[in-house]
């Protein structure tokens, strides 16, 4: 299988070393499959209007645009299948991460492109699996050889926000062991025999974030606004730090002041800096910003 996740000092000899060790053929550079442009991780912003109506639902024809021109953009090419089929290949066994939390799921209609885009890449349909709470009984998950990362970005009581690093906690054994320290070594996860270097592609969804959080679970819907975005690449780490800075000056803009998280998401810092899952650093991030401007925040 690809190791499409790998520390930010892999170099690119061992990347294909270990890829070709493993009977990969890519059909672009590492550079490109990794997201790395002159040294710096992509990540695409994108973001469209018309994407949500006015009751917040949403339309799943943007939304497949939106997810399309995302992939365009991060793999420089013409055409999403092209994109995808640099992503998956046929003979992979596909398991597509969600999340269930009732609030603020993973919108379905994602969860449908998503798949869509996986058969077309070669995937037979039966090779598929989409699920968050069951997968260590998953038996799709259990033989997995890609998997695809994707749920809605909110703060969270126990690691300041939920992001794709999160997202993986029930790929544990015992997801309470990785609680301590807010939360902080969520990124050790993803170096797990049955995770590391199997993710082919994170998506955050920004389409109505939870920026505060109040009350049972956390949540009030009136911490949640419409943002119509999606946040899509490689590296976990790098998302979920513009993820957070999102969030950031969300709050900040709402409240008129500098509003801290409680308690600080110190694990997506920690994620590069503890455990050099990918990058953290705003300075080492390309971030590509396609669509809709109004209330970008970043």
């Known amino acids: 299988m690809g190791c499409l996740m790998v520390s930010k000092n892999f170099t690119r000899r061992e990347f294909l070393k270990t ?10 550079s590492p550079e490109k499959i990794l997201g790395i442009t002159n040294s710096k991780t992509r990540v695409i912003l994108i973001r469209d209007d018309n994407v949500l109506d006015k009751s917040s639902k949403v339309n799943s024809d943007v939304l497949l645009k939106m997810l399309d021109d995302a992939v365009k953009a991060l793999l420089d090419v013409d055409n999403p299948i092209k994109g995808w089929k640099q992503l998956i290949q046929p003979n992979d066994i596909v398991g597509i991460k969600t999340n269930v939390w009732r609030f603020l799921p993973t919108p379905p209609e994602l969860e449908t492109i998503i798949k869509r885009r996986v058969i077309d890449s070669g995937v037979p349909e039966r ?4 699920n968050d709470q069951d ?13 695809i990362n994707t ?3 909110r703060v969270h ?21 990785y609680h301590d320290d807010s939360c902080a070594n969520l990124a050790a996860i993803w170096k797990l025999p049955h995770v590391k270097g199997k993710t082919r592609l994170n998506i955050l969804v920004m389409l109505t974030p939870l920026f505060h959080g109040v009350g049972s679970h956390d949540y009030s819907p009136e911490y949640l606004w419409p943002y119509k975005g999606l946040l899509v690449g490689t590296d976990p780490v790098a998302i979920d730090s513009i993820g957070l ?8 803009e709402y409240f008129g002041e500098y509003r801290p998280l409680n308690p600080p998401a110190k694990h997506i810092q920690l994620a590069d800096t503890r455990h050099h899952l990918g990058t953290a650093d705003i300075n080492k991030i390309e971030l590509i910003k396609l669509g809709w401007n109004e209330g970008i925040l970043i």
Do not use: C, H, Q
């Not at 090779?127 to 989409?130: P, Y």
């Not at 999160?166 to 997801?175: L, Q």
């Open 135 to 147: 997968i260590l009984s998953d038996p799709i998950f259990k033989k997995a050889t890609a998997l």
């Open 157 to 177: 009581s126990w690691s300041g926000v939920g992001t794709l690093l999160k997202n993986y906690i029930m790929f544990a054994d015992t997801p309470s062991d």
């Open 19 to 28: 890829s070709a060790a493993a009977g990969t053929v890519f059909l672009t």
């Open 245 to 252: 800075r999102i969030i950031e000056a969300k709050r900040r």
């Open 151 to 153: 749920r809605p970005m």
């Open 127 to 130: 090779n598929i699996s989409i």
